[in-house]
């Protein structure tokens, strides 16, 4: 088997699969579902920090982006997209399939949101529907202090849409004080549930925009407000992943459980962004780094693609190139959820190492020893 030390899908504890197992119920009849579905979706909340509903849809990560703007965009709504990501700026494309005009705020893709830039912008327009915005953007890593962005565009009015699916679990994230709207998470990525769930925490005002529409939500299984009553009618909009939903409430009680593991990712990313550095090759931020992943450029000289395959193939591990216009150009390190382990990791480092030795490219220090070092400090 190989170690799959990616940014999402990450590795998956036994007790996750075990649950995965169990004998079912059929959740569309049975009452019983109803009560563990909520139970689940309650303690998202409260891990999120939230009085605000969670769901869990039967789709991966990029169904919740999607459903929050099917849910929220009519036709000719104006919808700020801020772009320091290919996550980011993806949201472009949600926001015009269901009629909208997006207006793109591009910033420097080296480094978060500058909030007083952000500031200055809206004071100048700020007639938007809603904002997207990615709270970590895993094809750099970047990570957006939505703390103060999400309560800036709520002066304005502006409701905000949060892709938090590769941050969520990894970093904490408290809903309620960020005043966002609607936060996308995914099961395969800090939370180390298998692919195939995303979880969306819905607001009050959110959900008053979406019963104000003028014209219906042009999606079934993209429209957020088929939830809204599940409980009370019990009646679900389709039949719920049962077996998929008890792997994730195990995984979410992992994650309850697991009392240090935010820190656990600050360290070990910090750890890791020091490896690198000191190994003389480069990290593609300048700051803003997200403690779920760490992306270094690929030197000169080194082609990633047998990188990557070398790493894969003599050493059985598996990290992550990129896409878009960072494909070739970076590899990102995944140490989020169950990979965020230090054992995993200096073994992941140790093995870009040796890569690097076979590739005949000399580096000024080992990454694993820097890593331990560091972490042992
Ligand atoms: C992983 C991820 C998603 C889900 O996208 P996939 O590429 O389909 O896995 C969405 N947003 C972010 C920021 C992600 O990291």
Redesign the pocket.
Known sequence: MKKIMT??PTQVRENVRMARSLATTNPDLDLEFYEYYKDTCDLLSELLHTKNVCYILSG???LG?EAACASLTEQGDRVLVLDNGI?GRGFADFVKIYGGEPVLYTADYHQAFDVKALADYLEQDHDFKYAAV?H???PTGVQNPIEEICPLLKRYGILSVV?A??SMFGVDIDVDACQADIVCG?S??ALSAPVGLTMVCVSDDAIRAMEQRKTPIASFYANLLTFRDYYKNKWFPYTMPISDIYGLRTALENVKDDKDIHKRHAEIASATRKAVTEAGLKLYLESGFCATVTVLEVPEGVDSAELLNTMTEKYGVMIAGCFDFLAGKVIRLGHMGENANVEDVAMMLGALDATFADMGYALNASMKDVFVREIHN
């Open positions: 940014p999402g991966e990560g990029i982006l996550f990615v970590c953007d895993t892709d699916v590769a995914g395969q990525k």
